[in-house]
């Protein structure tokens, strides 16, 4: 039997399902939907107690994390079920700021890892320019923006150099713990898609996303937090938490 994840608060009886049948997208198996009285963010599972995503993600009561299809709230099967513990921003984090833009979230329980819920594999070295990556996050539908998310998607772009990324985004200050990817800046169409995107390239997370003037679902080139450059301070949180 296939068992996908979905974390509630442990004094919520409800849970949101996810739908084994739905095959409008590959589901990342590390990724996680991130639900609460504001906005949803998108998170990444990198060890079986913790999940990364962005600092700027405000979330409020939150009630619901898991891989998922938002707006089927029909299935009620496939469930793990687990509260969280903590959430602990980056030190250096300023919500006036798009650096050090890194949250982690502590489980109350440890995930079961099996076939359709595996860790996203940290990097030990960085993502050199030109690489392929895949991003994924939720996307709302064009014409009902109002309602949640519709589908998962996955898009496969590249990094760019921070040169390029300046050139994109003049008024940023682009600095080396960020990493860019993407084709062409911001074309400013309608699009709405659920923040803080993860970006694996070559099989390892090298970024969360923290800006982008567009949508990265459709290409368009967003600023990411470069995770080689956080990798100390993600395991010593976690080793000290």
Not at 10 to 15: C, F, I, K, W, Y
Not at 99 to 124: G, W
Not at 149 to 171: F, G, H, M, W
Not at 178 to 194: A, D, F, T
Request: net charge neutral; glycine share 4%.
């Amino acid at each position: 039997m296939k068992f996908i994840f979905v974390w509630a608060l442990s004094n919520l009886p409800v849970a949101l399902p996810f739908d084994p049948d739905y095959k409008d997208a590959i589901t990342p198996p590390y990724m996680v939907y991130l639900k609460s009285d504001y906005l949803p963010c998108a998170g990444v599972l990198i060890h079986p107690l913790w999940v990364i995503t962005a600092a700027h993600c405000n979330l409020p009561k939150l009630q619901l994390i898991g891989i998922t299809k938002p707006s089927n709230l029909k299935e009620e099967n496939y469930l793990q079920v687990v509260g969280y513990e903590k959430m602990i921003h980056h030190p250096k984090f300023s919500i006036t700021s798009i650096e050090h833009n890194l949250m982690l979230i502590k489980l109350s329980d440890n995930i079961e890892l099996n076939d359709y819920v595996k860790l996203a594999s940290l990097p030990r070295e960085p993502a050199a320019e030109n690489t392929l990556c895949m991003v994924s996050t939720w996307a709302y539908h064009v014409c009902d923006i109002y309602k949640g998310p519709d589908s998962l998607q996955n898009v496969n772009i590249s990094v760019i150099s921070n040169t390029e990324c300046r050139a994109a985004y003049k008024t940023y200050n682009i600095r080396d713990t960020m990493l860019c990817v993407g084709i062409v800046p911001g074309r400013r169409q309608p699009c709405k898609e659920v923040t803080a995107a993860p970006a694996v390239c070559d099989g390892k997370l090298q970024g969360i996303l923290t800006f982008a003037d567009g949508c990265v679902l459709r290409a368009d080139v967003g600023i990411y937090t470069r995770i080689i450059n956080y990798m100390p301070w993600i395991e010593n949180t976690i080793r000290n938490n």
